[in-house]
Nanobody, 112 residues
Framework: QVQLVESGGGLVQAGGSLRLSCAAS????????MGWYRQAPGKQRDLVAT???????NYADSVKGRFTISRDNVKKTVDLQMNSLKPEDTAVYYC??????WGQGTQVTVSS
């Protein structure tokens, strides 16, 4: 059974940075796509960034140039570096494995 544990969320002022990390277990990891999604109150869960096993990247237009996804196949982790944060980035951020499995989420709050 795949388990995903996120960390690194918190409260930050607009313009600041945060780094989220997701540790996976119960998976081969390296052969699967990994990603980050977010859900703001009252809204649907949306894609933030994904990275395939081959390194292909996909970012939401709203985060391009500000967020960077990376993965370590040895440590079985996927990170999301978030810079130039905006209040509209406030959401619960979820780690995703193979477009199927989800972590419990970590709250990111950006104050204006």
């Amino acid at each position: 059974q795949v388990q995903l544990v996120e960390s690194g969320g918190g409260l930050v002022q607009a313009g600041g940075s945060l780094r989220l990390s997701c540790a996976a277990s119960g998976t081969i990891f390296s052969i699967y796509s990994m990603g980050w999604y977010r859900q703001a109150p009252g809204k649907q869960r949306d894609l933030v960034a994904t990275m395939t096993s081959g390194g292909r990247l996909n970012y939401a237009d709203s985060v391009k140039g500000r967020f960077t996804i990376s993965r370590d196949n040895v440590k079985k982790t996927v990170d999301l570096q978030m810079n130039s944060l905006k209040p509209e980035d406030t959401a619960v951020y979820y780690c995703n494995h193979n477009f199927r499995d989800w972590g419990q989420g970590t709250q990111v709050t950006v104050s204006s």
